[in-house]
C-alpha cells in the first residue's frame, strides 16, 4: 500500500477500536513483514539502531505476528521470546517462533536482569503512559542492556493522523493511540535507570502533502550499570 494511501486512510473517520479489539480483527492482514509504506520507513530506522545481535537473548515485546523475531533470528540472536496481548497477533506469530509469552507490556513474564536487548516495534503508542512499560522493560534487561523502540512520531497528532487498517470483513477501523513526545520517553527512561543513546525521525520521502515531514520516532536507550 502507498504511503499517499495510509496517509489518506490516516484522515477519514472510522470507528476506533481498543487495541484488543483492532488486532483481533487486523491479524489476518497483519505479515509478518513490513507490509506498507510507513512500516518500511520505520524499519529502516530501527535496522539502524539495533546493536549487535549474534548471540544476545531477544524480546520482541507486543511482537504482533513476529516481523522483529524474524529480524533477530536473521542477526544471529541466541534466543529470541515474543509477547504480545492478542491470541490472534500471537498465532501469526506461531508460524515464526515458539518462544511466544502472551501477556501485556505492563507486567512482563519475564525475570528481572533476564534480557540482552528489548526490540518494540510500533506498539508503545497503543498504550496511554510509558511509565509502566519503561519499568517493566528496565527491569527484564540486562545492565547495560540494550532497548530500541519505535512509534509513530507525535507530529502525527498536529496532522491529526488516526492509524487505520481495512479488515476482512471489509470494513475500515482505527485503533486507539496516544502520541508521545520526545520528552516523556526521555522522563520515562531516566526515572528507570535507562540513558536515550541515539534517536531517529524518518520523514516521508516522494511526492505526498508530508514529504519532509518526521513520521517515525525511534529510540535507542540503554540500561545503565547502577
Ligand atoms: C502495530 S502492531 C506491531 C507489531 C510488531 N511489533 C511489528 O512491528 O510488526 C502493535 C502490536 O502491539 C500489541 N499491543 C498493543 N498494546 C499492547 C499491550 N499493552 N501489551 C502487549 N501487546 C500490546 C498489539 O496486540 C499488536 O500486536
Redesign the pocket.
Known amino acids: 500500500m502507498s504511503l499517499q494511501k495510509i496517509l489518506n486512510i490516516f484522515r477519514r473517520p472510522a470507528i476506533e477500536l481498543t487495541?484488543?479489539d483492532a488486532?483481533a480483527l487486523?491479524?489476518d492482514n497483519?505479515p509478518?513483514e513490513?507490509h506498507n509504506s510507513l512500516?518500511k520507513i520505520?524499519e529502516r530506522a530501527m535496522i539502524d539502531l539495533l546493536p549487535e545481535l549474534k548471540n544476545k537473548i531477544v524480546l520482541?515485546?507486543?511482537?504482533?505476528?513476529?516481523?522483529?523475531i524474524l529480524k533477530a533470528k536473521e542477526q544471529g540472536a541466541s534466543e529470541v521470546y515474543g509477547?504480545?496481548?492478542?491470541l490472534p497477533?500471537l498465532s501469526r506469530a506461531r508460524d515464526v517462533s515458539n518462544q511466544l509469552a502472551l501477556?501485556?507490556?505492563?507486567a512482563l513474564p519475564f525475570e528481572s536482569d533476564s534480557i540482552d536487548v528489548v526490540?518494540?516495534?510500533?506498539?508503545i503508542g497503543?498504550?496511554r503512559d510509558l511509565m509502566p512499560?519503561y519499568r517493566e522493560i528496565s527491569r527484564v534487561l540486562s545492565p547495560n542492556g540494550v532497548m530500541v523502540c519505535?512509534d509513530i512520531h507525535p507530529f502525527g497528532k498536529l496532522a491529526g493522523w488516526k492509524?487505520q487498517f481495512t479488515a476482512s470483513n471489509g470494513l475500515e477501523y482505527s485503533?486507539e493511540h496516544h502520541f508521545h513526545l520526545y520528552k516523556d520517553h526521555h522522563i520515562a527512561c531516566t526515572s528507570n535507570q535507562m540513558v536515550i543513546e541515539d534517536v531517529r525521525e524518518p520523514v516521508i520521502d516522494g511526492k505526498h502533502q508530508w514529504e519532509g515531514v518526521p513520521a517515525i520516532l525511534a529510540i535507542r536507550a540503554r540500561k545503565t550499570l547502577n
Open positions: 487495541p484488543l488486532y487486523w491479524a497483519y509478518p513490513a512500516m520505520e520482541d515485546l507486543a511482537c504482533g505476528s513476529g516481523r522483529y509477547l504480545d496481548f492478542s497477533m501477556g501485556n507490556m505492563t526490540i518494540c516495534g510500533l506498539s497503543h498504550v512499560i519505535s492509524r485503533v
